[in-house]
C-alpha cells in the first residue's frame, strides 16, 4: 500500500519537528519538511507530496499566499492550513485559495491525522468549518454573488517541468521514455501529467497537447512523431 506524502511547511523548526514525530506514529504517512525560506515551491515540484500541511503565519512569506500557488501550480496537492487561532477572516482568506481544510495548530493528533487522509481521498473538511461559521458563509455569498465568469481556458500557467514534460509528450513520447529521458520515476512522471490535464481540463494527452499549443505553452516545433494515444494509464 503506498503512503499518504505529506510535507510540513512551517518556519518554526520545532513545530514542525513536533508535528513530524506525532505524524510518523502514523505507518500509512510519509512526512517531509520544509523551511519556507528556502523555496517551497521547487520542493514541491521536486517532492510532489499528496498534502501539504502549511503554517498560515509565516514571516518571510504570507502562508496564505503561498497556499494560494501551492493550489494553482501543484493542484494534486491537497493544502490544509495550520493557524494559530483561525478566526472568520482568516478561514475567509483560506477558503478563496482553494485549501482543502484550515485547523487550529492546537489540533489533536487525531484530528490531523483524520483531515490528512480525507483530504487525500478527494473530500474537504473546510467545507464544515464553513457550515460552522454563518459568517463566513454570508461573506462568501455577498462578495461572489453576481459573478459570472468572463474567462475561458486555463488560469493556472503550467510550470516549467510540466511543460517541458508535455513537450515531450507532444514529441510521441511515453511516460516510460520521459521518465527515462528525465531520469525520474514513471510514477512522477505521471502525476505531473495528471496535474497538466487537470490546469488545462483536458480530456486525455493529446487534447492537453492540442490546447498547449493553442495557448502557446509549448513550442509548435514540437512535432509528434506518432499518432498520440492515451497508452499509459493516465
Known amino acids: 500500500m503506498d503512503k499518504i506524502k505529506v510535507m510540513i511547511i512551517d518556519e518554526q523548526a520545532f513545530f514542525r519537528a513536533g508535528v513530524r514525530q506525532t505524524l510518523s506514529q502514523q505507518s500509512d504517512l510519509e512526512i517531509l519538511e520544509c523551511?519556507?525560506?528556502?523555496?517551497?515551491?521547487?520542493?514541491?515540484?521536486?517532492?510532489?507530496p499528496d498534502v501539504a500541511l502549511l503554517g498560515s503565519d509565516l514571516t518571510s512569506f504570507s502562508g496564505i499566499e503561498l497556499g494560494r500557488k501551492i493550489a494553482q501550480h501543484h493542484p494534486n496537492t491537497k493544502v490544509i492550513v495550520l493557524s494559530p487561532d483561525p478566526?472568520?477572516?482568516?478561514?475567509?482568506?483560506?477558503?478563496?485559495?482553494?485549501?482543502?481544510?484550515?485547523?487550529?495548530k492546537k489540533a489533536t493528533a487525531d484530528e490531523l491525522a483524520s483531515t490528512i487522509r480525507r483530504?487525500?481521498?478527494?473530500?474537504?473538511?473546510?467545507?464544515?468549518?464553513?457550515?460552522?461559521r454563518p459568517r463566513?458563509?454570508?461573506?462568501?455569498?455577498?462578495?461572489?454573488?453576481?459573478?459570472?465568469?468572463?474567462?475561458?481556458?486555463?488560469?493556472a500557467p503550467l510550470t516549467k517541468r510540466e511543460t517541458q514534460i508535455l513537450t515531450y509528450i507532444a514529441e510521441g513520447n511515453s511516460n516510460k521514455e520521459i521518465a527515462h529521458?528525465?531520469?525520474?520515476?514513471?510514477?512522477?512522471?505521471?502525476?505531473?501529467?495528471?496535474?497538466?490535464?487537470?490546469?488545462?481540463?483536458?480530456?486525455d494527452r493529446?487534447?492537453?497537447v492540442t490546447l498547449a499549443l493553442r495557448g502557446g505553452w509549448i513550442s509548435p516545433e514540437a512535432k509528434p512523431r506518432r499518432v498520440l494515444e492515451d497508452f499509459d494509464g493516465i
Not at 463566513?136 to 455577498?142: Q, S
Not at 528525465?182 to 497538466?196: D, F, G, P, R
Not at 487537470?198 to 480530456?203: C, E, G, P, Q
Request: proline letters at 2%; one cysteine or more.
Open 35 to 48: 523551511d519556507p525560506t528556502q523555496n517551497a515551491l521547487e520542493l514541491i515540484e521536486a517532492n510532489l
Open 87 to 104: 478566526n472568520d477572516e482568516e478561514l475567509f482568506e483560506v477558503i478563496k485559495t482553494a485549501a482543502v481544510a484550515c485547523l487550529s
Open 119 to 132: 483530504a487525500y481521498s478527494g473530500e474537504y473538511p473546510i467545507n464544515e468549518s464553513l457550515m460552522a
Open 136 to 155: 463566513v458563509a454570508t461573506h462568501i455569498l455577498n462578495q461572489f454573488r453576481g459573478f459570472t465568469r468572463t474567462m475561458e481556458g486555463v488560469a
Open 181 to 203: 529521458i528525465l531520469e525520474i520515476s514513471e510514477q512522477t512522471i505521471k502525476n505531473h501529467v495528471s496535474a497538466i490535464l487537470r490546469k488545462l481540463n483536458a480530456n
Open 206 to 208: 493529446a487534447h492537453a
